[in-house]
């Protein structure tokens, strides 16, 4: 049972213009998301988050939207460049302090093409 | 500043052989460490996470195992390797809600 789905496996995008990724996820007790950026034969970096009590969350070029709802999150990179390419992995979490885990989903390969 | 290290980065071995993956993790204390695996075209899987020393809680049953010898060290093993173990295996820590990772290690099993 997939709790966070990333329904598209590939994205491109022409460099200057707008990305977005989605996710969507199933439990509903979920109360904090992540997004992280992976390079191939590289560890995940995280990227920017968003807690539930919040609908979006701004930093630089990177915007997260949560539609708690709809039970969906968008990440959202203005303007796109080519050093942008690369998976992008949403995740969502539940617990309370140092008990919390992160569930992720499939991830989205972002393609910015100069 | 924290920094978590992971090795080997790459590794060959032959079906049937043992397995040892290390990870550890400097400038904190008693965080809580994960071990995920990500194979060919698929997303990350949590194996084994640790919230102090010799405690390991297994998601997926398998046939790795985990251990936690010290504090911020934390162990991957295998008596037997698979071909369906290869794949690309990433170590966390974590002290509340983000996750850091290592740099991985691709394991390939022949």
């Known amino acids: 049972d997939q709790q966070v789905k990333q329904n598209s496996p590939s994205l491109s995008v022409q460099e200057g213009r707008i990305s977005i990724l989605n996710c969507d996820y199933t439990n509903s007790m979920f109360d904090y998301f992540l997004w992280y950026k992976k390079y191939p034969a590289e560890g995940p970096t995280f990227l920017i988050s968003i807690s539930s009590i919040k609908d979006k969350n701004e930093d630089g070029r990177f915007t997260v939207f949560l539609n708690k709802s709809a039970k969906h999150l968008s990440l959202h990179i203005v303007p796109s460049q080519p050093g942008d390419s690369a998976v992008y992995f949403c995740a969502a979490s539940v617990g309370f302090g140092s008990a919390r885990q992160l569930t992720f989903g499939s991830g989205t390969q972002l393609t910015v093409l100069p | 500043s924290q920094t978590i290290h992971q090795w080997p980065a790459t590794l060959v071995q032959p079906v049937g052989s043992p397995l040892s993956l290390e990870c550890t993790v400097e400038g904190t204390s008693n965080p809580n460490l994960y071990w995920y695996r990500q194979a060919a075209g698929r997303g990350l899987q949590l194996l084994f996470y640790s919230v102090g020393i010799g405690q390991i809680s297994s998601e997926v049953p398998q046939n790795l195992s985990a251990s936690r010898p010290q504090d911020r060290q934390f162990i991957l093993s295998s008596k037997k390797l698979l071909l369906s173990d290869s794949g690309f295996y990433l170590c966390?820590?974590?002290?509340?809600?983000?996750?850091?990772f290592g740099s991985g290690t691709r394991l390939t099993v022949v």
């Open positions: 966390a820590w974590s002290a509340s809600t983000v996750y850091t």
